[in-house]
């Protein structure tokens, strides 16, 4: 039964919707919530909607309420695009569906874009990651292999010239620089993926991490959630490395007592806080390396990165990245 004026009830299922479609909502609850208000508000039976991108299914499919007869469909148009179509059961003469598809219409078209979005995005990343890893890989066991075989025989070499002390030098010589191209090379592999993220995960890496830099005259606290969600290899490195320059950043130019850093998770995004209660970045400072190679690495996986003055204390830093949390 129809409680409310139909426009009424147009306006307000609406209403509710855009509400939490600006929240942080998946689409497919977003669906779902468009065929609950339907019938909560319009006073129809049942209703079903599925989205459509160009004409196939973009993943989401919800319904509400109970199939009943006679059921009217309405497609959702956006811009000339059809984007789902919305299925209506048993509804009341001039309950206002045809109001309610009109301005959900945009909506959906923007959800069903963002998702579209993300997964490009999410493309992006893994192929970018498979990239990367491909990179450890031929860097590891070829470029290393080799430069450690040549290491080792040119210490040979220098042991065998026993009576030739120059050459001996010169043999050593090369076979140290080999040693610390090895070394340099091990470092870019670490840097491709942390060590410490491959052994502990991001939760226990972060841990680590702040573990690390506690104790040099400024407290560092972490707090982070026991267990996180496996993310995207990529993000996962993001995450650690702006926390580590956030980190060093604090230590090096705030004077802080204390600097914490938090993570959060929501069903979509990661939040990276590093906030410190230092002096507060000075204004017109030249941006370093550090706070542009931030900025890179969160843009890189499809994130941001912010730099603020705490609104909570009198002075300190907020570096806080957003990352997307879509699972692996
Ligand atoms: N937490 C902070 N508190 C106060 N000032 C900061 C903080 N973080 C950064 N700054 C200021 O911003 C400047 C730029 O930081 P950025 O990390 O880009 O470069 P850097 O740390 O000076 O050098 P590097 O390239 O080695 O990172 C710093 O020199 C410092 O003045
Ligand atoms: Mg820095």
């Known amino acids: 039964m129809v409680k409310e004026r139909p426009e009424r009830g147009v306006q307000a299922a609406l209403r509710l919707l855009a509400a939490r479609i600006r929240d942080d909502v998946r689409p497919a609850e977003a669906v779902t919530l468009a065929c609950e208000l339907a019938?909560?508000?319009?006073?129809?039976?049942?209703?079903?909607?599925?989205?459509?991108?160009?004409?196939?299914?973009?993943?989401c499919r919800a319904r509400a309420g109970e199939p009943a007869?006679?059921?009217?469909?309405?497609?959702?148009?956006?811009?000339?695009?059809?984007?789902?179509?919305?299925?209506?059961?048993?509804?009341p003469r001039g309950c206002g569906l045809d109001t309610y598809v009109d301005q959900l219409a945009p909506m959906v078209a923007a959800l069903v874009l963002r998702e579209?979005?993300?997964?490009?995005?999410?493309?992006?990343?893994?192929?970018r990651e498979a990239e990367r890893h491909r990179l450890r890989r031929d860097l590891h066991d070829g470029l290393g292999g080799n430069l450690a075989s040549i290491r080792l025989r040119l210490e040979t070499a220098a042991d065998l010239l026993v009576h030739e002390p120059r050459g001996r030098r010169l043999v050593a010589d090369a076979a140290r620089t080999a040693a610390g191209i090895n070394a340099e090379i091990r470092s870019v592999i670490d840097d491709l993926r942390p060590p410490d993220l491959a052994e502990a995960g991001l939760a226990g890496a972060l841990v680590r991490l702040a573990a690390r830099h506690d104790g040099s005259g400024t407290e560092v606290r972490a707090r982070v959630p026991r267990r996180l969600r496996a993310l995207?290899?990529?993000v996962e490195v993001a995450a650690y490395r702006i926390a580590a320059e956030g980190l060093t950043n604090a230590l090096r130019h705030a004077a802080a007592r204390t600097v914490q850093l938090g993570v959060w998770t929501s069903a979509t995004a990661l939040r990276l806080d590093i906030a410190d209660d230092g002096q507060g970045r000075p204004p017109r400072r030249p941006l370093g390396l550090g706070i542009a190679s931030m900025a890179r690495r969160a843009e890189e996986v499809g994130g941001t990165l912010r730099?603020?003055?705490r609104t909570d204390l009198p002075h300190?830093?907020?570096?806080r990245a957003l990352l997307p949390g879509g699972t692996v």
């Open 316 to 319: 300190g830093t907020l570096v």
């Open 39 to 59: 019938v909560a508000h319009l006073g129809v039976a049942g209703a079903a909607l599925r989205t459509l991108r160009r004409g196939a299914a973009a993943g």
């Open 69 to 91: 007869a006679p059921a009217v469909r309405r497609p959702l148009v956006h811009q000339g695009e059809v984007y789902g179509v919305f299925s209506f059961y048993a509804p």
């Open 307 to 309: 730099i603020l003055p």
């Open 232 to 234: 995207h290899p990529a």
């Open 116 to 127: 579209e979005l993300r997964r490009r995005g999410d493309q992006v990343v893994a192929a």
